[in-house]
């Protein structure tokens, strides 16, 4: 099996919308590489689908970019476009690439909750109280 039969497109129950490598697959699971998660988002102007990826385990968090899935998470897979596989490589590739390893907490924070936690450079959010929601 070739690298372009084992990318596939997954609806997982819980509605994401992954591509990922099937690595392994046993009773019961699946271990997936470089799931990333798809986001589809409709031009209206230009009557196109715009489509992008993130990666869909927490980078920084989760050892490694693969894991095992119950199929039981799983509503269907299919093949993927070619264009799309050509799309997810490079994208998988500019992350791991490019993505240099933490070397050291930049910054630690944690809410009044306990519950938030920030590692690396501050993120100061866009103003768009401004801006058209469409």
């Known amino acids: 099996m070739d690298n372009e ?3 596939k497109f997954f609806r997982m129950s819980n509605g994401d919308d992954i591509i990922t490598e099937i690595a392994d697959a046993s009773k019961g699971t699946i271990t997936i ?7 589809v988002e409709a031009d209206l102007e230009n009557g196109k689908q715009i489509i992008y990826m ?3 385990m927490p980078q920084g968090i989760a050892k490694g970019n693969s894991c ?5 998470n799983i509503l269907f897979f299919s093949d993927v476009e070619e264009d799309i596989i050509e799309y997810y490589c490079g994208v ?19 809410d009044e909750d306990k519950k938030v936690i920030s590692f690396g ?14």
């Open 33 to 39: 590489v470089n799931p990333m998660r798809l986001v």
């Open 5 to 7: 039969t084992k990318i």
């Open 54 to 56: 993130h990666s869909w």
């Open 121 to 134: 450079k501050p993120f100061k959010a866009k103003d768009t109280s401004n801006e058209r929601i469409t």
């Open 92 to 110: 998988v590739f500019d992350i791991f690439t490019d993505a240099a390893p933490l070397k050291k907490k930049e910054k630690e924070y944690m």
């Open 68 to 72: 095992s899935i119950n199929i039981k």
